[in-house]
């Protein structure tokens, strides 16, 4: 059974940190490329972040270049976001996801991803 669990999640002022964690089991973790999705009340479901199997490939939303570091540790199954100089507009549901580099880089709304974990809360107060 696939199990995508994320953790990490909670309350943080503007200008805080959080690191959010992805872990995996059940599916083999170094064949697939992961992402971080989020899904602010009212909007559409975003990639954020995505990694490739490798690690050594890495692609960043605008919104949060410079600011968000993902990573992955093989050791582990998991993957992490760094999430730094956080904004009350990164407030959201925060999603892990796994599947091809194509289905996870090139996203929209509503796509059907291989794999969804069931999400964190990231809330960023003013």
């Known amino acids: 059974q696939v199990q995508v669990v994320e953790s990490g999640g909670g309350l943080v002022q503007a200008g805080g940190s959080l690191r959010l964690s992805c872990t995996v089991s059940g599916l083999p973790f170094h064949d697939h490329t992961m992402g971080w999705f989020r899904q602010a009340p009212g909007a559409e479901r975003e990639l954020v972040a995505c990694v490739s199997w490798s690690g050594y490939t890495t692609y960043y939303a605008d919104s949060v270049k410079g600011r968000f570091t993902i990573s992955r540790d093989h050791g582990k199954n998991t993957i992490y976001v760094q999430m730094d100089s956080l904004k009350p507009e990164d407030t959201a549901m925060y999603y892990c996801?796994?599947?091809?580099?194509?289905?996870?880089?090139?996203?929209?709304?509503?796509?059907?991803?291989?794999?969804w974990g069931r999400g964190t809360q990231v809330a960023v107060a003013v």
């Open positions: 996801a796994a599947d091809s580099w194509d289905k996870i880089r090139y996203y929209n709304s509503g796509d059907s991803l291989e794999y």
